[in-house]
């Protein structure tokens, strides 16, 4: 008689959280932009809060996508680093397309920065939350 073999689960892997968070960060940060754009809109929100509240918006979305993605326990910040900066350069391409106008300079460089710190941050909130 045949003893069957149970299949161990599938480890995805590392890659697989990362593009997990930064699927849940776009989506996060989609929803949240459509939000302050209705909140602008209402309220005649001053020009000069509207990129403060991007980054707002930019960082909690990352967070969130790495709090939600990010199970394994070791390398939290350099998972968390990845995932910021990618998303940041998918959200740069997203934004940008629905806007129709491509713009590189110094900005995207300081949202790089700002992403890959955020990320990384996130990161080892969200690896250590996991170990208690």
Known sequence: MRTKRRAAPRDRGYVFEVVKANIIALIVA????????????????????????????????I????????????????????????????SFVVFSALDAHFE??????????LGAV?????GIIAVNIRKH
């Open 104 to 113: 590189f300079g110094l900005g995207l460089f300081n949202d790089c920065v």
């Open 118 to 122: 955020s990320g990384m941050i996130s």
């Open 63 to 90: 967070f969130v996508g790495c709090l939600v993605s990010l199970k394994k326990p070791n390398n939290g910040w350099l998972r968390g680093l990845i995932s910021g900066f990618i998303f940041v350069w998918l």
């Open 30 to 61: 989609l929803a949240a932009m459509l939000l302050s754009a209705l909140i602008v809109k209402l309220f005649s929100v001053g020009d000069g809060a509207i990129p403060i509240i991007n980054q707002v918006i930019k960082s909690v979305s």
